[in-house]
């Protein structure tokens, strides 16, 4: 068929390609055929599409049109399974969320994966700097983490998946600035982490949940300048983190959670005035995120994570009067942050550190004003 007889029916394609139907054309003759009928016409799309996909010739419609089909053939696991390798695929966040917002309404609500494929969908639309909509979702994804809780309380996975979403909410309504919204939300999530931790003692999950429940209360009054429950919070958050570390100690995450919370500590110490405990704490963070980043120095991450620590300590020994201490840490931190901006001049954070690490140098010169500060790791996620 030449393409000028093919733009006269309601077909789609390339010359001497694979012809296929729109989409919108399928949508409305789906409710003229009959169930066996409508299955098997499922079936042979998703076929076509997947040949597509896997010979080299299929592009963004080839996916979202394969993940359709598959729900259409009520193959839901397949269908997540495509909607989250489409995900990696796409490319960028405008992409990702074009894709969930047609595939996740075709899933089921009670399927096992719905909230995570949806929570993709949410993260996404967060990069593309649409809080509002983010929200609105995250919102409806709770109604639902809610139904399932009611209807099966007994049922451990539906209550951690509640507990996120009020901590997803949380973190959002901190972005916007109403800290009563963010503690209402963390406050449901640690009462929810609690019960689960409390009858599962030795759920490793369930206990790192805990300590991050904790440590969103403990930011929270951090900003409200509450330093009493803030430490509480924090202590009780560190006190996990040590455990888990202490019963893992080659697992990575652990220490690297156990590092935040000895800085967290490390903080409240100098807001005290007690600059012994900020040392203490910051050096054993410091100690922890040098093996990290010895066993791994390919990992930007704890690279940056190492050169923090030493921009803290170099901050203390300032503090203390220590210029030669000082100037050994930030120019350690320098070090880092010059390696990390070098093998990657596009990103932005990076640049952004790497002048706070000049100006901190230059600050303890004498050559420069009050210093901007490094954007600390947050609470473990």
Known sequence: ???????????????GGQLSMHPWVAAALGPRQTQDAALSRHQRGAEMRLSRLNA?????????????????????NDAVAYAFQGCDLVGGPVAVAALLADAVPLIPTSHPRFLALADRECAALLTMGLATATTHRYQQLLHIAEDRAHADPGNADYQRDLSVSHNKLGDLAVAAGDSTRAAEHYQTDLAITERLAGADPGNARYQRDLSVSHDRLGDLAVAAGDSTRAAEHHHAAAAIAARLAGADPGNAGYQRDLSI???????????A??????AEHYHAALAIRARLAGAD???A?????????????GDLAVAAGDSTSAAEHYHAALAIRARLAGADPGNAGYQRDLSISHERLASLSGSSGEEP?????????
């Open 1 to 15: 068929m030449c393409s000028s007889d093919l733009d006269l029916t309601l077909l789609t394609g390339e010359p």
């Open 56 to 76: 080299g010739r299929g592009g963004f419609d080839d996916l979202a049109e394969l993940i359709r089909h598959l729900a259409g053939c009520h193959r839901y």
């Open 261 to 271: 919370s000895h800085n967290k500590l490390g903080d409240l110490a100098v807001a």
């Open 301 to 313: 991450g704890y690279q940056r994570d190492l050169s923090i620590s030493h921009n803290k300590l």
């Open 297 to 299: 120095p390919g990992n």
């Open 273 to 278: 005035g007690d600059s012994t405990s900020a």
């Open 373 to 381: 500060t490094d954007t600390e790791p947050g609470s473990p996620d």
